[in-house]
């Protein structure tokens, strides 16, 4: 079965520093990749998401991530972060191909604070 | 568009109570997936409905049902209920497609139940 593991539970940073928060799922054939955030008291937005061809992916917000088969990673990235993006990041994975029927499965959570 | 709506927003039950949280999907939406997050952890699959028939669950016990109408809204019941029922209930709506993981899922608010 799938699983996503996000390697940090909290990660501060400062305003206009770079910021990366990071993902592994477990081995697959095939796999499809998301990004979500949940602000506070809200549900869940979609960044960004990885189904095939270039392995770099832009999303919302000026957020990327970049996939990484051999490493089966899919780090998100942004080069300068604001207050606003104080949040809860989700990294999930598509469990389409065991029947899934587009089951997310998601990991346990990035806390991202960002400082002035 | 109003997206997808949930209600209630926030509900209190105590244990041994029954539950119903219901969902509205985004317009043009027909299928409907149920999430359970529990304090501090990421989203759990519950089961999707599609065509008014739960066609895939996740590890949940039979306490755990669910309905699709005709319109495509969707309802959670839990029964009998546990404080480790306590959670965000999200509901997620996507529209069925070529299972090429482009269905993207919209999720609403989301209900947060309390048990006591």
């Known amino acids: 079965a799938q699983s996503v593991t996000q390697l940090d539970s909290q990660v501060p940073v400062f305003e206009e520093a770079p910021v990366e928060l990071r993902c592994n799922y477990s081995s697959s054939v095939s796999v499809y990749l998301f990004w979500y955030v949940q602000y506070p008291n809200q549900g869940l937005q979609l960044l960004l998401k990885y189904l095939s061809g270039s392995t770099l992916v832009k999303g919302i917000n000026g957020f990327e991530a970049e996939f990484n088969k051999s490493q089966t990673s899919f780090h998100l990235r942004k080069p300068s972060v604001h207050i606003s993006d104080t949040a809860e990041y989700f990294c999930?994975?598509?469990?389409?191909?065991?029947?899934?029927?587009?089951?997310?499965?998601f990991g346990a959570g990035t806390r991202l604070a960002v400082h002035p | 568009d109003a997206g997808v709506t949930q209600s209630p927003t926030h509900l209190i039950k105590t244990r041994g109570q029954q539950v119903t949280l219901r969902c509205s999907p985004k317009s043009g939406h027909d299928t409907v997936s149920w999430y359970q997050q529990a304090l501090g952890q990421g989203p759990q699959f519950i089961f999707q409905?599609?065509?008014?028939?739960?066609?895939q669950r996740g590890n949940f016990p039979d306490r755990f049902s669910g309905h699709q109408f005709p319109n495509y809204s969707s309802e959670l019941n839990v029964n009998a209920l546990l404080l480790g029922d306590s959670a965000l209930y999200l509901c997620?709506?996507?529209?069925?497609?070529?299972?090429?993981?482009?269905?993207?899922?919209?999720f609403g608010p989301g209900t947060r139940l309390t048990v006591l």
């Open positions: 997620a709506s996507s529209l069925e497609g070529p299972r090429d993981g482009d269905n993207e899922q919209f």
């Open positions: 409905y599609y065509e008014e028939e739960e066609r």
């Open positions: 999930a994975v598509s469990d389409m191909f065991s029947g899934g029927y587009n089951k997310l499965i």
